[in-house]
């Protein structure tokens, strides 16, 4: 999903619409496509269970309400990359100038946002739980995170809105450039405003990428840490214990892996450093949405209750056909 509306597309790179697609392209297109809606499905599936639990018991654990907030955050993002992609490649670049589009790009933005912070607050919550570090600071934060989640979220849908403010503004700042400028070619307008980040949007981002790339990393320290001294205490590895902390180290990697990749694409994605409408840009938006479905996957995966849901589905579906 891009956050810029050009008309035109560089001429050195290789347009995926109107009568100039590739075959290629068209692959990358089915590929983005599936991508998106297995991570709606992936998100949904987190949403709907979490929710009929909450309807239920009429309460819902700190944790599962992180995975619930974070999956719909992920989920209206889905939706407005798959819509933003679907009306651009059914109108082409008469869609590019229209209101719609400013508003679905808008959209995403914001989601963008939240899901980078409730991502940053799913993980430091996992960390604070499972770490085991004597830290006075680890040590005050183990008895307040319960009580700190609701406050993690509505400071997540808070300062998220200040970014995508003022990266509205710059961004309109710039077309307003770029329509007075009307002797000004397209290459030479995207060449005076390569890089239109707003430093607020990329401090917001930069700070969450720290703090969840610094509790992903202790968190795996931690659990190495366990792993071997269950080792040295004569605990194969073939112990039920021992397997599950590999396991999840192997999960925490899967996760940082996707996650950098995420944030270098997004940061591809708000600086226009690639134009929309071209292969090099859908690859960079395929990345955007394999994070989240990848994400929620993994989750579903590490989550008792989701994955023994899940299992219940699959094994009725088995026994009826």
């Known amino acids: 999903m891009s956050t810029c509306f050009h008309l035109d597309v560089?001429?050195?790179m290789t347009p995926i619409v109107?009568?100039?697609a590739t075959p290629f392209g068209i692959v990358l297109l089915i590929i983005f496509g599936m991508v998106s809606i297995a991570g709606l499905l992936g998100n949904g599936f987190i949403i709907v269970v979490n929710s009929h639990s909450w309807l239920q018991s009429k309460k819902l654990v700190p944790c599962d309400l992180l995975l619930t907030c974070l999956s719909i955050f992920r989920f209206f993002m889905q939706c407005a990359a798959l819509l933003s992609q679907y009306i651009y490649v059914r109108f082409s670049v008469d869609y590019m100038c229209s209101f719609i589009r400013k508003g679905i790009a808008l959209a995403w933005l914001y989601f963008n946002m939240t899901n980078?912070?409730?991502?940053t607050c799913l993980t430091v919550f996992y960390c604070v739980k499972v770490t085991t570090f004597a830290h006075p600071l680890f040590l005050w934060l183990k008895s307040r995170i319960d009580r700190l989640v609701p406050r993690m979220l509505v400071m997540s849908l808070t300062f998220s809105v200040p970014p995508v403010v003022g990266f509205w503004k710059r961004k309109t700042s710039c077309w307003l450039t770029r329509n007075?400028?009307?002797n000004t070619s397209h290459t030479n307008a995207h060449e005076e405003f390569p890089f239109i980040l707003n430093?607020?949007?990329?401090?917001?981002?930069?700070?969450?990428?720290?703090?969840?790339l610094t509790a992903s990393i202790l968190l795996i320290v931690s659990l190495w840490r366990h792993t071997?001294?269950?080792k040295r205490s004569g605990i194969g590895t073939k112990d039920l214990s021992t397997q599950a902390h590999i396991e999840v180290i192997k999960q925490l990697m899967f996760f940082l892996f996707f996650y950098i990749l995420y944030f270098v694409a997004m940061i591809i994605a708000l600086?226009?450093?690639?134009?929309?409408?071209t292969i090099e840009r859908l690859i960079s938006d395929t990345v955007l949405s394999s994070y989240p479905f990848a994400?929620?996957?993994?989750?579903?995966?590490?989550?008792?209750?989701?994955?023994?849901?899940c299992a219940r589905i699959l094994s009725s579906r088995e026994r009826c056909s």
């Open 116 to 119: 980078f912070a409730g991502t």
């Open 295 to 309: 994400h929620s996957i993994n989750l579903i995966r590490t989550n008792p209750k989701l994955k023994g849901v």
């Open 10 to 12: 560089h001429p050195r």
């Open 228 to 230: 071997r001294n269950l």
């Open 199 to 212: 430093p607020l949007q990329f401090s917001f981002n930069a700070i969450n990428f720290s703090i969840c």
């Open 271 to 277: 600086d226009d450093f690639l134009e929309y409408g």
């Open 18 to 20: 109107c009568n100039k």
């Open 180 to 182: 007075l400028t009307t």
